[in-house]
C-alpha cells in the first residue's frame, strides 16, 4: 500500500471511528436517578450496554488498524 492510499484508509477509518463514537452517544442511558438508586451505579440498561460494549471493540479495531497503517 502506497503512501496515498494509507492516506486515504487513514480518513476512511477516521470517518468509522467518528460513526461509531456518535452510535455510542445514541444509545440511551438510563436516567440518574435510576443510575444513582443503582448498587453497580449502571448507565445503560443490560441490552444497551452490551450495544456500547460491542460499538467500543470496533472503536478499538479501527484503532489497531489506524495504528498498523504507519
Do not use: C
Amino acid at each position: 500500500m502506497n503512501q496515498e492510499q494509507r492516506a486515504q484508509r487513514y480518513d476512511w477509518l477516521l470517518e468509522q471511528y467518528k460513526k461509531v463514537e456518535n452510535d455510542i452517544k445514541r444509545v440511551p442511558k438510563l436516567s440518574l436517578d435510576q443510575t444513582l438508586n443503582d448498587i453497580n451505579s449502571r448507565e445503560y440498561t443490560n441490552e444497551n450496554l452490551n450495544k456500547v460494549n460491542h460499538l467500543k471493540e470496533h472503536l478499538k479495531r479501527i484503532d489497531t488498524e489506524v495504528k498498523g497503517l504507519f
